[in-house]
């Protein structure tokens, strides 16, 4: 059984069938189960003996079904969709921050970054230094600004007893 609900006209589809509109009343009828909010009626069905509320929750918008035989007891309750608490947006956003972690830093990178820049680019360019923590990073890198900044090796350890190695 799928429930769809169009709340702007009041219409309710159960697998697609429209359920007939029996009224259309504005009670608290709940709470939500996501926020804990109350869940108000915006509309009332027919079903067989049976009553669908189409209902809203105050806070974050959930939109549910909520089913009632026809004495008025609570028989079940579907979730129609989920509404639009910023709680909701977080939850997606650190799903997408997830998937697109970048691998752990390589220990070239975190010796590198322990480098003060100063020191860095006292010696190197600042195209070398990108070049060096993106090699460092395993991120692509322009190869001839690298081959320039490994001469300087050399020179930035005589300067600042300091290796590089990347
Ligand atoms: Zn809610």
Redesign the pocket.
Known sequence: MVYEYDIDNSTLYLDSVELPLHSQEENVIGT?S??N?DVMSVSYHVQDEKTVVGAK?N??N?IYAIIYDDQWNWLGEEVIST?S?PRHADVEKSVVTMSVDEPEDSPELIYLRSIPSNKLSAVFSPAEIEAIFSKASGKKYVRQYLYRARKKYQNFNDLFDTTLNI
């Open positions: 939500c996501d926020c909010s929750c806070e974050c959930t509404g608490n």
